[in-house]
């Protein structure tokens, strides 16, 4: 058969993730976590000593970076430069700059090629999760999933992702999160956007095996 192309947008908080690396493990597909490379671009970029609120030196510095993305859904790893960057770009210095950076069109080119690249070579087919999937780096995957939840799941879900500190401001995880959500869908150059072709599945109360049994189905359905 031929390999299954499976787009998963959504904003954050709404499960992508977890779905998207459980729906490829259970299916036995490949995983693109794109996010993970806006977030190992940004993390470069702090780094470097890159104002990333100064658009021009983002866009002259995008192709600086090695990025190479595992894509194994039980180990997900990304490198930059040759080093594990897996979970420095999970900081919260890199989720509050990363919108910034993947507003800035040179970015967007560039990790859309290579996410292309990485989709096409899936020989087992892939499961590909972030905001433009399906609407403008795969246009003709086999199966789109459009993810959502409300605002109070969304951010209590994140939530307990974080530790310590972060974790008991929920108002302020909920705040940072609707912001990073409407700078996303307000940027000029490929928003986060729900594609008209996508199905889409509102998580609010679903479990997480729930969803991945719902998307599961589709995608027998689709392949
Ligand atoms: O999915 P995650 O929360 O890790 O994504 C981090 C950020 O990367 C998003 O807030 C968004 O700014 C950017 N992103 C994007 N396009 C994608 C995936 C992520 O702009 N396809």
């Not at 671009?41 to 002259?60: F, K, P, R, S, Y």
């Not at 509102?202 to 689709?222: G, N």
Request: contains cysteine.
């Amino acid at each position: 058969p031929a390999a299954v192309i499976v787009a998963i947008d959504g904003p954050s908080g709404t499960g992508k993730s977890s779905t998207s690396k459980a729906v490829a493990a259970q299916l036995g597909l490949q995983y693109l976590d794109t996010g993970a490379q806006y977030r190992a671009i940004t993390w470069w970029m702090l780094n470097n000593g890159i104002d990333v609120h100064d658009a021009e030196a983002v866009a002259a510095a995008a192709d600086k970076p090695a990025i190479i993305s595992g894509t194994d859904p039980r180990t997900p790893t990304i490198t930059v430069d040759g080093a594990d960057a897996s979970g420095p770009i999970r900081t919260q210095q890199v989720t509050s700059a990363v919108s910034a950076v993947s507003a800035v069109p040179e970015v967007r080119a560039r990790l859309t090629e290579l996410q292309r690249t990485i989709a096409r070579s899936a020989e087992r087919g892939v499961v590909v999760e972030g905001r433009d999937i399906g609407t403008t780096v795969l246009p003709d995957a086999d199966l789109k999933v459009f993810l959502t939840a409300s605002a109070e799941a969304r951010a209590a879900r994140r939530s307990g992702e974080l530790t310590g500190k972060e974790a008991t401001d929920l108002a302020a995880t909920r705040e940072a999160l609707v912001k990073r959500d409407a700078a996303d869908s307000g940027r000029k150059t490929s928003p986060l956007a729900k594609a008209a072709d996508a199905d889409e599945v509102d998580t609010t109360e679903l479990t997480l095996e729930q969803v991945v049994e719902c998307v599961v189905t589709l995608v027998e359905k689709a392949a």
